[in-house]
C-alpha cells in the first residue's frame, strides 16, 4: 500500500526526495471513493484546526468551517496567484468526513511552467513540519486526460505526481515531514507537458523539533500504521485521523489481533514528546494464539534504500500492574535490550542507530520471566535520503522579492526560488551555483517599472548585469548603484530620469570597470558642469540685458551733443579731420 506509485523509477528516487534545506518523510496513498472508510471512523472524531496549522481548500470560492472533520479551510486565494477554481464532475465527487469538501473542486494550472503555493507558518524557520499534498482530477474538464507533473517543495523534486492510470474517482495525498531553515515554504506544482497539473488540498502542521531526528537527512514514509482489532490480512488501505492527534498525523490501519482498551492514558511524568492520540495506544496488536511472536516483513523496492522503524507501545491491561510486560525487539537479526511497560504510560523507540537495508523484518518477543505476551500499539517505517541541493542565498530572495513587490510585477513564473531549479529560473534572471545560487543578471528591460530605481537593488551584492532600459523610471540616478562591488554592465537608458550623473559612475565608466548607458534620459545631466547649469545660463542674459541699456543711454547722451554742435558750426562746410562724434553727428 505505501508505495510510492507516483514516483519516478526506483534509481531517481534517491535524487528526487529532496526537501530545501532540511529534512523530512512522507507516504503516498492511493484511494477510490466508497464509503468503507467513513464507516470505519464513524465515532471517531477528526483531527481539527490548531494554532500555527494552514488547512487549504485548492479550488474553494471561500473560507469555511467544515463540520463532519472540525477543520478550518481556507481558499487558496491568499496563498497564490496563479491557477484557476474547477469543480470535479459529480459522479467523481468524494464524499469522506476526514477531509470536508476539498475533494469536491480543485485548482488547475494551464498557464506557466512552475506554479508556486506559498506557506508562511506563524512558527518561522527552524522548526519541523509535517505536510500533506492531495489530489484527484475528477474529469473535471470533460476531457479524460488526467495529468502527470512534478511536485517540488522548496527547490528540491519531491516525486512524481502521475493521474493517468487512475480512475477519475481515485485520489491521493502525499505526506513529509521537514524542518525548514526557512520562514516561506515552497510548494510547486511543475508542468512536464504531460497535462495540466492540479491540486485538491494542502496542509501543514507545526511537529515538535524533539522527535523524527533527520539531522541533515530527507525521511520518506514507508507507512505509519495503526493496530487494531482484526486479521492480519485484513483490509489495509483504511486510514484515520484523529481530534485528539496534536499533530494531525494521518494513520494507516495494520489489522491485526489485539485485547483492546477503553482506558484513558496517562500522560502525567510521561517525556514521551511524539504524542500519539490516545485512539491509537488504546488498542494493541498481539501474537495468536499459540504464538509467542509478533512478525513484520516488508521487503523495499530498492535495495540501497537506508530505513528507521519506530515503535509505539502502551500498556493497557489492568493485569500488568502487578507482572509488568517485558518483551525484546529483533530487527533485522539484531536483538535489542528488553522493554518493560508501566500501565498507561506511552513509550516510543527506535532501536537501531544506524540505518537497515534492503528489506525490514521485525519480530517482538516476550522475555523468559514475562508471563504477558508482547504488544505493539503502532509503528512508523521511514525511508532516508540526503538533501545535497541549498537555495538561493536568502539576502537574495529577499531584496528579489522586494524587487517584485515594490515594481508589481506580476510574471506568471516568478514563483517559488527565484533560482532552483535550473530549469525553472524566473525569467529575466540569471544565477551562478558555486555553492548557494546568487542572482548575477537582472533584466527588467521594457517591465513599465515605475517610481524611482528603488534601494533593494543595492542588496543583490552578486549582481554583475543589470538592465532597467526602456521603462518609467524617474528621479536621480543613485549613487548606491557605484557600490555594487561586481556589476560590469548598467543599462538605464530611455527612462524619465533626472539631475546629475553621480561622479563615481561616471569614473568607472570611463576606466572601463562598468559599462553604463544613460541614453534617451532627457532630464538627465549628461556634463561634468551640471552643477553649474542654472548658472551659467542666466548670467548671460542678465549681462546683455545690462549692456542693451547702458548702450540706449550712451547713445541718447551723443545724440544730445552731436545737435548742440551742429548749431555752432552753421555754415562751416570745410571739415579737416573728423572724430568718431563727428561721424556720428554728421550721419
Not at 505536510?131 to 470533460?142: K, M, P, S
Not at 517485558?326 to 537501531?352: D, H
Request: glycine content about 6%; some cysteine; hydrophobic content about 35%.
Amino acid at each position: 500500500m505505501f508505495s510510492f506509485r507516483n514516483a519516478r523509477n526506483s534509481s531517481e528516487q534517491k535524487k528526487g526526495f529532496f526537501f530545501t534545506a532540511c529534512a523530512m518523510g512522507f507516504h503516498s496513498v492511493s484511494h477510490r471513493n466508497s464509503t468503507s472508510d467513513a464507516e470505519h471512523t464513524e465515532g471517531r472524531k477528526l483531527a481539527t484546526d490548531r494554532p500555527g496549522f494552514i488547512s487549504i481548500d485548492c479550488g474553494a470560492a471561500e473560507d469555511y468551517l467544515d463540520e463532519e472533520s472540525g477543520i478550518y479551510y481556507k481558499s487558496d486565494s491568499g496563498f497564490i496567484t496563479t491557477g484557476e477554481n474547477k469543480e470535479v464532475q459529480p459522479e467523481y465527487a468524494a464524499s469522506h468526513p476526514q477531509f470536508g469538501r476539498m475533494l469536491k473542486n480543485l485548482r488547475s494550472f494551464p498557464q506557466g511552467r512552475k506554479n508556486c503555493y506559498n506557506l508562511k507558518p506563524e512558527q518561522g524557520k527552524d522548526n519541523h513540519y509535517l505536510i500533506r499534498i492531495y489530489n484527484q482530477y475528477g474529469n473535471y474538464d470533460a476531457r479524460n486526460q488526467a495529468p502527470k507533473y512534478d511536485l517540488y517543495i522548496g527547490v528540491n523534486y519531491l516525486l512524481t505526481i502521475d493521474l493517468r492510470d487512475a480512475v477519475a474517482s481515485t485520489w491521493y495525498f502525499t505526506e513529509g515531514m521537514f524542518f525548514s531553515t526557512v520562514d516561506t515554504i515552497h510548494v510547486c506544482l511543475v508542468n512536464t507537458g504531460s497535462g495540466v497539473p492540479v491540486i485538491s488540498g494542502l496542509e501543514l502542521r507545526v511537529i515538535d523539533n524533539a522527535i523524527y531526528q533527520t539531522d541533515s537527512n530527507v525521511y520518506a514514509s514507508l507507512g505509519r500504521f495503526d493496530a487494531i482489532n482484526g486479521s492480519f490480512l485484513g483490509d489495509r488501505s483504511k486510514t484515520v485521523r484523529y481530534k485528539d492527534d496534536v499533530y494531525d498525523r494521518i494513520w494507516s490501519i495494520k489489522e491485526f489481533p489485539n485485547p483492546g482498551s477503553t482506558s484513558e492514558l496517562d500522560w502525567s511524568g510521561s517525556n514521551d514528546t511524539y504524542r500519539l492520540p490516545d485512539e491509537v495506544l488504546r488498542t494493541a496488536a498481539q501474537p495468536l494464539l499459540g504464538s509467542g511472536s509478533l512478525k513484520y516483513t516488508l521487503n523495499l523496492a530498492n535495495d540501497g534504500t537506508d530505513t528507521y522503524v519506530y515503535f509505539h507501545f502502551a500498556e493497557i491491561e489492568k493485569t500488568a500492574k502487578s507482572k509488568p510486560r517485558a518483551f525484546s525487539i529483533t530487527l533485522n537479526g539484531v536483538k535489542y535490550e528488553p522493554i518493560t511497560l508501566e500501565y498507561l504510560k506511552p513509550v516510543t523507540i527506535r532501536p537501531q542507530t544506524s540505518p537497515i537495508r534492503g528489506y525490514i523484518n521485525f519480530s517482538i518477543d516476550a522475555t523468559p520471566e514475562s508471563e504477558l505476551p508482547p504488544i505493539l500499539n503502532a509503528f512508523e517505517i521511514y525511508m532516508v535520503v540526503t538533501a545535497p541541493v541549498s537555495p538561493t542565498d536568502p539576502a537574495d530572495i529577499d531584496a528579489i522579492m522586494e524587487i517584485k513587490e515594490k515594481y508589481k510585477i506580476s510574471r506568471d513564473d516568478w514563483q517559488g526560488d527565484p533560482c532552483l531549479p535550473r530549469d525553472y529560473t524566473w525569467n529575466g534572471l540569471n544565477c551562478s551555483y558555486d555553492s548557494s545560487p546568487r542572482i548575477i543578471a537582472l533584466n527588467l528591460r521594457s517591465s513599465n517599472l515605475e517610481g524611482e530605481i528603488d534601494s533593494s537593488l543595492f542588496n543583490l551584492k552578486a549582481i554583475e548585469s543589470m538592465d532597467l532600459s526602456y521603462n518609467l523610471l524617474t528621479g536621480p540616478v543613485p549613487e548606491f548603484l557605484a557600490q555594487l562591488p561586481k556589476l560590469k554592465i548598467l543599462n538605464l537608458s530611455a527612462n524619465k530620469l533626472t539631475g546629475p550623473i553621480p561622479q563615481v559612475l561616471k569614473e568607472k565608466s570611463e576606466n572601463g570597470t562598468l559599462w553604463l548607458s544613460l541614453a534617451e534620459n532627457p532630464n538627465l545631466c549628461l556634463t561634468d558642469t551640471c552643477e553649474n547649469k542654472s548658472k551659467t545660463t542666466v548670467l548671460p542674459i542678465v549681462a546683455s540685458a545690462v549692456s542693451v541699456v547702458a548702450l540706449l543711454i550712451f547713445l541718447s547722451v551723443l545724440l544730445i551733443i552731436c545737435r548742440i554742435k551742429r548749431r555752432r558750426q552753421k555754415g562751416n562746410l570745410i571739415i579737416k579731420s573728423k572724430s568718431i562724434f563727428q561721424c556720428l553727428c554728421l550721419s
